[in-house]
C-alpha cells in the first residue's frame, strides 16, 4: 500500500483546509485510515481515524466539533476536513494505513505518508 497526501498549506486562525490522502496497491487490506500529526517539538499525535469495515471514526478531544475525517471508496480517498484552525496545529499532519496481509503468516504493518505541511498563522 502506497499513501500521497495533498492540501496542506498555509492558512490565518479561524481558517480553513481540507487534507486528502490517495490510497494505492491492495487497498483491501486496509483495515483502518487515519491523520497523524507533529509539531516542532512535540510527540506525534492521532488526530482523526477512520475504519475500513463500518467507517466508525474516532477522534482526539481537541479536534472533535471542527475536524472531519471520511472516505470515498470511489477514489480509494481518505480526507481530513480541518474548519476552525488554531496556530497550535501547525504540523506536519501524516496519513496512514494500517494494513493486514493474511498471508500466512498474517502480517501487520502501519503504512504512513510523506507528509503535509500545514501552517496556522495568528
Known amino acids: 500500500v502506497q499513501l500521497v497526501e495533498s492540501g496542506g498549506g498555509l492558512v490565518q486562525a479561524g481558517g480553513s483546509l481540507r487534507l486528502s490522502c490517495a490510497a494505492s496497491?491492495?487497498?483491501?487490506?486496509?483495515?483502518?485510515m487515519g491523520w497523524y500529526r507533529q509539531a516542532p517539538g512535540k510527540q506525534r499525535e492521532l488526530v482523526a481515524d477512520i475504519s475500513s469495515g463500518d467507517s466508525s471514526t474516532k477522534y482526539v478531544d481537541s479536534v472533535k466539533g471542527r475536524f472531519t475525517i471520511s472516505r470515498d471508496n470511489a477514489r480509494n480517498t481518505v480526507y481530513l476536513q480541518m474548519n476552525s484552525l488554531e496556530p497550535e496545529e501547525t504540523a506536519v499532519y501524516y496519513c496512514t494505513a494500517d494494513v493486514v496481509d493474511l498471508g500466512p503468516p498474517v502480517v501487520f504493518e502501519r503504512v504512513w505518508g510523506q507528509g503535509t505541511q500545514v501552517t496556522v498563522s495568528s
Open positions: 496497491g491492495k487497498i483491501s487490506n486496509i483495515r483502518v
